[in-house]
């Protein structure tokens, strides 16, 4: 016997969607091989010929089918969901490096939990009857995704504390670990771990219906927006995990998008915001790792493809009247996306932007970009700079000495934005920022005063 | 080409713990392990074996058979993978990369071509 041959079946992970999430995390030091596979995969589709593709099978298995047992076992027991799929993934990986990969993989893994999980439930006879009759939702014809969607709207359920429901989400829906999240969120794994078990002692305590129910629909944005936000804007951290937040919230932004009751102009706004700021991904860093400013990026290695849908369904999310705050952020975002370099952006529609996003819903790091954008447009308010220099708020907003560093180098004062270099690198950041700011440094010394 | 068969030990629960993205990691990185060697033309042979077994002795009175052969907490043998090589050296190289070494150990041997070798 072969080790590892793959089988024929239906590639678990082959939806166009999943396909371009991937995609955004194929930075140049991405192994030759996983991108041949994913050709091979994409080709396979195509051409209806089938080759297993394990690719993101597990990850994305983890939610359907804890989302699916939980539909019988009910949210006080996704404990017990959870604990059948831990088992089923590591039987799959004590057999398949040897015995190969089965025909259905997902099939095999939702079969092997599910039969884990009426060993775990035994003392109950209701739940012991009907969870056999579970199949995994792709082979009983339902609409795809239907579970997943309860499940997270059971995550973000409002009696639960909002960092609750970030991790509670990232965990049962988007199958990551206490470690992971721990990274991605910059929180303690142990802080995560707590939370996790108090969330479920809640869900244990408080019977709440798995169930869609589009009244909670600005937490699930919300969560997905920080969920985004986590791989997005964190300065440390495995970057491969943050390049999954970020297709993972993409990913479940669509599932929303897909569904008539939450499929809502603010959800296509959000959908449109984070595929134009996924784009950038790959761009923003150098082949060492090392973070590029919107302004050193080769904007040659923007997603393009990305920036078309993201504008497409941007224009599909402003047919109506409603004006949410993701609308005003996807359209910052499509600022950058149109603009061929940062001297031909338009600064000034971004300072009237974010003037909109300031009167819908004021935060002192909208404060600070507007500051930027305005400075960009030729007007670098001094006082506004030391009013949000001072701000209690952004006191430990990482970015904040870097971005005031940008500023003054740019407004030519070399010396004063040296000084907030080294005020940024007296804290403790990443080796990748500390490369970043202190290139940024060796900038402020080339450049004579203005 | 002689043929080196690696055998593969670890503990039950090494694996236990993994996050779904963990596994999915170690499951592509077992993959590729394989899917590299296939490539450079020597494609990897194996099986898995089941946990539980028996273990058959002559007793003083008849046979002596015991389950086993393992013991809760230690390495047991989950399975083999058999390459070719040119001698021992090339082998150990071939197997210090398979990801398994992150959870358990593995045993480098030579299939003798005259039955035992030393």
Same mark, same amino acid.
């Given at each position: ?32 091989? %996983?991108? $041949?596979?994913? %050709? ?20 994305? #298995? ?32 004590? %057999? ?22 009426? $060993? ?30 309860? =499940? ?11 960092? #609750?429901?970030?991790?509670? /989400? ?20 142990? /802080? ?22 589009? #009244? ?7 969560? =997905? ?8 804007d964190?300065s ?27 499929? =809502? ?25 090392d973070i590029l400013l919107l302004s050193d ?48 952006? $338009? ?8 003037? $909109? ?5 004021? #935060?002192?790091v909208?404060?600070l970009n507007?500051?930027i ?15 949000l220099e001072?701000?209690?708020?952004l006191?430990d907003y990482h970015l904040l000495p870097a971005a005031l560093g940008a500023l003054w180098l740019r ?5 004063r934005a040296a000084g907030y270099y080294r005020q940024a690198l007296t804290k403790?950041t990443s080796?990748p920022t500390r490369r970043f700011l202190e290139r940024q440094l060796?900038r402020c ?6 | ?72 907490? /230690? ?44």
């Open positions: 016997m072969r080790a590892l041959i793959a089988g024929a079946g239906r590639p678990p992970a082959a939806e166009p969607g999943v396909r371009e999430d991937r995609a955004s995390e194929d930075t140049p030091r991405t192994d030759k091989p %996983r991108t $041949d596979t994913e %050709r091979q995969a994409g080709a396979a589709v195509g051409t209806g010929q089938s080759r297993v593709v394990v690719e993101q099978l597990f990850r994305h #298995s983890a939610g359907r089918i804890v989302a699916t047992l939980a539909r019988v076992l009910g949210p006080a027991r996704l404990d017990v969901a959870e604990e059948a799929l831990q088992e089923a993934m590591l039987r799959a990986l004590q %057999r398949w490096p040897y015995a190969g990969v089965p025909d259905n993989p997902a099939g095999w893994l939702f079969r092997v939990a599910r039969n884990t999980a009426v $060993d775990l439930v035994r003392h109950d006879d209701v739940v012991r009857a009907k969870l056999p009759l579970l199949v995994p939702a792709e082979e009983a014809g339902e609409r795809h995704g239907d579970d997943e969607l309860a =499940l997270m709207f059971l995550c973000c359920h409002p009696g639960l504390p909002l960092a #609750s429901q970030v991790v509670l /989400t990232l965990k049962t829906v988007g199958g990551l670990g206490a470690d992971e999240i721990g990274a991605a969120l910059l929180a303690k794994p142990a /802080t995560v771990a707590q939370r996790l078990v108090r969330a479920k002692r809640w869900l244990r305590d408080n019977p709440v219906p798995l169930e869609v129910d589009p #009244s909670r629909l600005d937490s699930v944005l919300s969560v =997905l927006y920080l969920l985004f936000d986590a791989g997005y964190a440390e951290g495995d970057s491969a995990v943050r390049a999954e937040l970020c297709g993972e919230a993409i990913r479940l932004c669509r599932l929303l998008c897909a569904d008539k009751r939450t499929d =809502l102009p603010r959800t296509r706004a959000l959908l449109a915001l984070m595929l134009l700021q996924a784009s950038r991904l790959r761009a923003r860093t150098d082949p060492h790792g990026q080769d904007r040659g290695r923007w997603d393009r493809a990305m920036i078309a849908e993201g504008t497409r369904i941007f224009g599909s999310a402003c047919t109506g009247d409603e004006r949410s705050a993701f609308h005003i952020e996807a359209a910052i975002a499509l600022c950058h996306a149109m603009a061929p370099d940062v001297e031909r952006t $338009d600064w000034a529609q971004v300072v009237a932007l974010y003037d $909109d996003l300031l009167d819908l819903r004021p #935060s002192p909208a404060a507007r500051a954008g305005a400075a960009m447009a030729g007007d670098l308010d001094h006082a506004e700079l030391g009013r001072n701000e209690p708020a006191r407004a030519g004062e070399p010396g403790q080796a060796d010394a080339n450049r004579p005063a203005g | 080409m002689p043929k080196f068969v690696g055998f593969l030990r670890g503990t039950e629960d090494a694996q236990a713990d993994l996050s779904p993205d963990e596994a999915q990691r170690t499951l592509e990185r077992y993959i590729q392990w394989s899917d590299d060697l296939e490539k450079a033309g020597n494609p990897p042979e194996g099986g898995g074996l089941s946990y539980r077994g028996r273990v058959v002795r002559r007793g003083g009175g008849g046979l002596d058979v015991t389950d086993g052969p393992f013991v809760e907490g /230690t390495e047991i043998l989950g399975g083999f993978i058999s390459v070719e090589a040119t001698d021992l050296d090339e082998a150990e190289k071939i197997f210090s990369s398979h990801p398994h070494l992150d959870f358990g150990s593995i045993e480098v041997r030579k299939i003798g071509e005259q039955g035992c070798e030393p």
